[in-house]
C-alpha cells in the first residue's frame, strides 16, 4: 500500500499516487541516481464513471520548457469506474548521468493508449548527473553566448560603433541580459539552489534583460565626441 501524496491531477476526477524507492512523489526532493536502480510504485484512483486503460508510466524532466530526459515504462492495466489499481516496476536510469544536473522539475504521467496524459505528478528532482551532460552542454554552450555577446556589445561601445538611436543601443544589448538571466537560472539549478520554474526564471530572466536595455539606452551617442586636452586648453584661454 503505498503512502498517500499530496499531488492530485487537476482536474480531481483521477487522482495519481506515486512513490520511488519508498519515498512519496511530491513530498520534499525527488533523488534520481544514474547509477541505482529504482523501484517506482504507482496507484490510480478513478473517481469518474469511465473506465481508465492505462499503458505508459512516464517520467520527465524539464528546465525552460525543454525536456531533458523521459522514462517510458509499458504498464498495462485497467482501472474500472470507482476503485482504484496498484503496480509497481524497475527504473534504471543508466544514461541519466549524460542528460541532466542538478535540481530539475519532474513529472510523473501516466497516459493511455491514445498518448493522453490520464493523471499527472509533479515534484523538484535532484538528478545526480555530469556537467558534460546535455543540461550541462546547454549551460555552457548559453554561457560562451552571453560572453560573446557582452564582448560585441561592450567592443562596439568602445569604438563608438554603437547605432545613434537610443533604442537601437538599448537593442543591442538585449540579448546579452537574457542570457545573463538564463545562465543565473541554469547556475542555481546546477548548484541545487533552485529548480528552473515561471516563478524562478521569469524574474532573473526579465531583470537582466531589463538592466541590460537601461544600459544600453544610457551608453553615449557614438557622434558625441570628448573635447581633446588641446581644445580643453584652448577654451580655457
Known amino acids: 500500500m503505498l503512502l498517500p501524496s499530496t499531488a492530485f491531477a487537476q482536474d480531481g476526477s483521477v487522482q495519481l499516487e506515486a512513490d520511488v ?16 536502480t529504482a523501484k517506482v ?43 482504484e489499481q496498484s503496480r509497481s516496476f524497475p527504473l534504471e536510469p543508466s544514461d541519466l548521468g549524460t542528460q541532466a544536473l542538478g535540481l530539475l522539475p ?4 501516466v497516459i493511455d493508449q491514445q498518448r493522453e496524459t490520464i493523471a499527472s505528478l509533479e515534484t523538484t528532482g535532484d538528478v ?17 553566448l552571453t560572453g560573446l555577446s557582452w564582448a ?14 537610443r533604442w ?12 545573463t538571466g538564463l545562465v543565473a537560472v541554469i547556475s542555481l539549478s546546477v548548484l541545487r539552489l533552485v529548480a528552473p520554474s515561471p516563478t524562478a526564471e521569469i524574474p532573473f530572466i526579465v531583470g537582466a ?16 565626441q570628448q573635447p581633446s586636452e588641446v581644445d580643453t586648453v584652448r577654451i580655457r584661454r
Open 168 to 179: 537601437q543601443r538599448a537593442m543591442r544589448f538585449l540579448p546579452a541580459g537574457v542570457g
Open 152 to 165: 560585441g556589445a561592450l567592443i562596439a561601445l568602445a569604438r563608438r560603433r554603437l547605432p545613434p538611436n
Open 209 to 224: 534583460a531589463a538592466a541590460a536595455l537601461l544600459l544600453g539606452y544610457v551608453t553615449p551617442h557614438p557622434g558625441e
Open 106 to 109: 519532474v513529472t510523473v504521467e
Open 21 to 36: 524507492d519508498g519515498r512519496p512523489v511530491g513530498v520534499g526532493t525527488l533523488v534520481l541516481d544514474p547509477a541505482k
Open 128 to 144: 545526480r548527473g555530469s556537467l558534460w551532460s546535455v543540461y550541462g552542454a546547454f549551460g555552457l554552450g548559453v554561457l560562451v
Open 41 to 83: 510504485a504507482i496507484t490510480v484512483r478513478n473517481n469518474t464513471n469511465t473506465p481508465q486503460h492505462v499503458k505508459t508510466v512516464r517520467i520527465s524532466g524539464t528546465a525552460l520548457a525543454l525536456t531533458f530526459f523521459s522514462y517510458d515504462t509499458t504498464v498495462p492495466f485497467d482501472v474500472a469506474p470507482k476503485s
